[in-house]
């Protein structure tokens, strides 16, 4: 089992950016492909950025592809997301999730582990 903790919360303007950090603790987050996803109040949770157990491998939703950049440090445990380029639309809780799968998936039904999530508020 691995808990998982995000960090980074914050007020932006348009055009803005922020680095959001996910600290995974108990079982070796190399076990584990990652993700990060987002719910806006009223909306379901929606993927935004999964990145393979070793870094190679990365995935995004079309909405963030040349803005967002997914990483992940192995040896610190520790999965980031760098926002850029931040719009009004991006505002969301932000979760963290870790999952079993040896392939980056985009469902939240495909990851096992969920942190408690951060806000994003992005304003115009």
């Known amino acids: 089992q691995v808990q998982l903790v995000e960090s980074g919360a914050g007020l932006v303007q348009a055009g803005g950016f922020l680095r959001l950090s996910c600290a995974a603790s108990?079982?070796?987050?190399?076990?584990?492909?990652m993700g990060w996803f987002r719910q806006a109040p009223g909306k379901e949770r929606e993927f935004v950025a999964g990145?393979?157990?070793?870094?190679?491998?990365?995935r995004y939703a079309d909405s963030v592809k040349g803005r967002f950049t997914i990483s992940r440090d192995n040896a610190k445990n520790t999965l980031y997301l760098q926002m850029n380029s931040l719009k009004p639309e991006d505002s969301a809780l932000y979760y963290c999730?870790?999952?079993?799968?040896?392939?980056?998936?985009?469902?939240?039904?495909?990851?096992?582990?969920w942190g408690q999530g951060t806000q994003v508020t992005v304003s115009s």
């Open positions: 990145i393979g157990r070793y870094g190679w491998i990365t």
């Open positions: 999730a870790a999952g079993r799968s040896t392939v980056v998936r985009d469902l939240p039904a495909d990851y096992d582990y």
């Open positions: 108990g079982r070796t987050a190399s076990n584990y492909v």
